[in-house]
């Protein structure tokens, strides 16, 4: 019976997908340096690729031991973190019921991610990373501030602390 138990919990350990942080990471252990060159932007919308690439960068300087440079030249780093946003769309989500203007909008960025290794070979790939941020409009158009920067920018964090995640912990 004791055997069965040790067994059991054995088996059931080793199933599970534990493994401890870290551990199991697209990006092999020889890989010191990243480069991060800014963000293509293939959409109309202002600025929305540097937003997204200087949250990537803070969320690998802070979640990461690798050293981030912007060079584009794959040569000079051990890999090359390329991305593109692919995207960018707002649409309204709430209306004001007794002026019948909008009131909230959704607005949601898709982008897509490539790691690669000097040689070309890629070690992770994403094409399809879709955030999505709510914001509220301004009402009074006197006082207006235009809100959609400021979500692009909590989109921008969100997006780089799941791709971080990602790349690293494989989740």
Known sequence: MKRFVLLSVLLAATGCGYHRAGQATHIPAGVRTLAVPV???????YHTEVAFTQAVVHALNNRT???????????????LLTGTIVSQTVAPLTYDSTTGQTSSYLITIVAKVVLT????????????FSFREQYQSTQD???????????????????????????????
Request: proline letters at 5%.
């Open 39 to 45: 963000f293509k932007n293939n959409t109309q919308s």
């Open 65 to 79: 031991r690798y050293v981030v440079t912007s060079d584009e030249r794959p040569e000079n780093s051990d890999a």
């Open 117 to 128: 290794a000097p040689d070309g070979r890629v070690l992770y790939k994403n094409n399809g």
């Open 141 to 171: 158009l006197s006082a207006f501030i235009q809100e959609d920067s400021p979500a692009v920018q909590r989109l921008a964090r969100n997006f780089a602390q799941a791709l971080v995640s990602d790349m690293v912990e494989s989740f």
